[in-house]
């Protein structure tokens, strides 16, 4: 849920174990801030559908804040939209995800906290029908429930989107999804978040992949109930083909490049770079062939506009 400030008083939970990566700036933490080089693009879109604000009285309606728009582009820590208790929301990006070395991508939430945590579970789809979830694993005590502002530890989950603070997301790693079936993990089109739902009464509560029940934030019967989805950053995705290089009487070599495109075109006219939140980099005429040298922008997806050439921007990648 969206985070109200309030002066509390939070009494510390006692769990069984501390297996997992510890907090952002702590020594073994897996956290990636979302301005960090690693992220190459974001989600593009985003298709929600709203949980209760408390499952346990359906009466009372669904979780409303927020639209898509907000999950949609580079996490921003606090435009975020929630999903309500069980709620989902399905992403999509420019291009698949794949199997690269390390996490492959991430999932940002807003918690005020490091230790006020609303998880998801992850699956993951390259069909968008079939979804295989991530191994999640708690290890947060099941006997008292931790209510609404009440705190918990990161070091006891592994595999929930929410397990960190807002503006760090939480990795995943397509390896350990390998030997699925129905999954081509250098294909994902599709990444599916399920909220969990946090109640330790087991009518109502979801389990994790070794059949513990759920221990986290239960209930929060606001607008914002819930796991509060703020952006998925892609780390590992499909490069472009050679042939989408050429385009409508243009060549931009290389693209992939660490900054420097040649552009070769007998046409004149001007061009324009949008980054992925659509905001304008930069804008030049040219008239012939010319350069384009985006040495100083971060890594990710761009999208070049030319005017009087063609209709359609191409896309082009600062590694």
């Known amino acids: ?35 960090s080089s690693v992220f190459i ?42 999903l309500g208790d069980g709620g989902t929301a399905i992403i999509t990006f420019n291009r698949p995800i794949v199997n690269g070395l390390g996490a492959d991508f991430a999932v940002f939430e807003n918690g005020f906290s490091d230790h006020y945590i609303e998880l998801a579970f992850v699956e993951v789809s390259s069909n968008g029908v079939d ?4 191994p999640a694993v708690s290890e947060e005590q099941d006997t008292l ?90 780390i590992n995705e499909q490069p472009l083909s050679v042939s989408t290089n050429n385009f409508n009487n243009v060549t931009v070599t290389p693209n992939p490049s660490r900054g420097v495109y040649f552009v070769q075109t007998e046409k004149r006219g001007g061009y324009f770079v949008l980054n992925s939140l659509g905001q304008l980099i930069r804008k030049e005429p040219f008239n012939g062939d010319f350069e384009i040298n985006m040495v100083n922008e971060k890594a990710g997806i761009y999208f070049l506009h030319f005017t009087g050439v063609t209709e359609q921007p191409l896309r082009i990648i600062k590694i």
């Open 1 to 35: 849920m969206t985070k109200i400030l309030h002066i509390i008083f939070c009494i510390p939970f006692l769990s069984v174990g501390q297996s997992f990566a510890p907090a952002p700036g702590e020594v073994g933490t897996t956290a990636i801030h979302k301005d």
């Open 41 to 82: 693009s974001w989600g593009t879109g985003v298709e929600i559908n709203r949980g209760y604000l408390d499952i346990q009285s359906p009466i009372d309606g669904f979780a409303s804040f927020g639209v898509e728009s907000d999950a949609i582009g580079m996490a921003s820590g606090t435009d975020v939209v929630s």
């Open 131 to 134: 979804y295989v979830r991530f």
């Open 145 to 234: 429930q931790i209510g609404n502002f009440n705190f918990s530890n990161c070091r006891y989950f592994y595999n929930f989107a929410g397990k960190y603070r807002a503006n760090y997301g939480t990795p995943f790693d397509l390896e350990e999804l390998t030997d699925s079936t129905n999954l081509d993990v250098n294909n994902i089109t599709h990444v599916k978040l399920i909220d969990v739902v946090g109640s330790i009464n087991s009518q109502y509560g979801t389990f994790d992949s070794q059949g513990n029940i759920i221990n986290d934030t239960h209930p929060t019967p606001f607008p914002s109930s819930g796991f509060d989805l703020d952006a998925l950053g892609v």
